[in-house]
């Protein structure tokens, strides 16, 4: 480690009692040139697969109010970390996706509206399109400032799930265009994802049939198509939030689609890979795929811009 400083030392524990090495540190600097310091961690057992940890220089992990959070941040780190491509997602309309280039922490927002913002960028993973020709969108998330009251703090263990899945959501909702290239669109995450009363964030009321078609479609693309057949974590809290489900839930989900013949368990039935059956319909994820693609792009009313339209 290059650093020596009181939260690499915490980094480093954390990191360690979360089955994690830190390969790497060393100081950096988040939007508007604010000190932060960046952490390479990956798995001690494969150290190719990687994942970077951002924080303000002056953060202190020993707080009590962060350890459970940043704890489960790592647990969770280092679960994906044996994904075979660890900074993938789907959507729960067929979109694989990747999520990189985030400059954490948040920094509030330079035009002087009352907001928090975070940048970074999600590509399209169909697993042919070269990396150069990709489809993607500059991402600016927001939350206002009085919204950040119900985060620990801006920083990234403990806004990186919701703010991954606020991406995913607005996906869905087809609006977030992607493109080769443009400018960046913006991602609001306001008090309709939160329930106060609850205590959590709200995304998606999910069915258990949309639950196992949206795992079916994780194994297709994440272990099928990009991870060489390769096991990939079915059991990830980030994606119960998602669906607004629980473990348990998904557990049970993967069991029926286990059943089906559509994916093969790792012993500790957390992990599964593509089967023969699942790859099999290949035709109907390409479908899913394109009109999901479809859904993002803006649609014009043909007949006002004919003007056959009375006004």
């Known amino acids: 480690m290059a650093l020596t400083t009181k939260l690499a ?8 009692q ?19 310091e960046l952490y390479t961690l990956t798995l001690p057992s494969d ?13 202190d992990l020993s707080k009590a109010e962060f350890q459970q959070p940043v704890h489960d941040f790592l647990l969770q780190a280092a679960k994906r970390l044996r994904n ?12 694989p996706i990747s999520f990189s280039s985030w400059q ?24 042919k399109t070269p990396a150069e020709q990709q489809l993607r969108a500059k991402i600016s998330a927001s939350m206002t400032v009085t919204f950040a009251e119900v985060v620990a703090a801006p920083e990234q263990p403990f806004a990186e799930g919701f703010i991954y899945n606020a991406v995913r959501k607005v996906m869905d909702q087809g609006q977030i265009e992607l493109v080769k290239s443009g400018n960046r669109q913006p991602v609001p995450v306001t008090t309709r994802y939160y329930s106060t009363k609850q205590g959590r964030f709200i995304f998606n009321d999910t069915d258990e049939q949309q639950r196992q078609d949206f795992l079916a479609s994780k194994v297709y693309w ?36 286990s059943g089906d013949g559509l994916l093969q368990f790792e012993q500790d039935r957390e992990f599964a890979a593509a089967t023969t059956p699942l790859m099999g319909h290949h035709a109907e994820f390409e479908n899913n795929l394109a009109e999901a693609i479809a859904f ?16």
């Open 9 to 16: 030392e915490q980094v480093e524990q954390a990191a360690a």
């Open 18 to 36: 979360a089955g994690l090495k830190v390969a790497g540190a060393g100081e950096n600097a988040g939007f508007n040139g604010m000190p932060t």
């Open 47 to 59: 150290p190719a697969r990687r994942q970077t940890l951002e924080l303000s220089a002056n953060t």
């Open 84 to 95: 075979p491509r660890p900074e993938c997602a789907v959507t729960l309309g067929g979109l």
């Open 104 to 127: 954490w922490p948040f920094h509030l927002s330079t035009s002087g509206a009352d907001t928090y913002i975070v940048h970074g960028e999600a590509r399209l993973e169909d697993g």
């Open 222 to 257: 994440l272990s099928g198509v990009l991870g060489g057949n390769a096991p990939v974590w079915l059991l990830d809290p980030r994606d119960a939030q998602y669906l607004n489900t629980t473990v348990a839930e998904l557990q049970k989900s993967a069991e029926a689609l």
């Open 296 to 311: 993002t792009k803006p649609t014009f009313n043909e007949e006002m811009r004919a003007g056959n339209t009375n006004m």
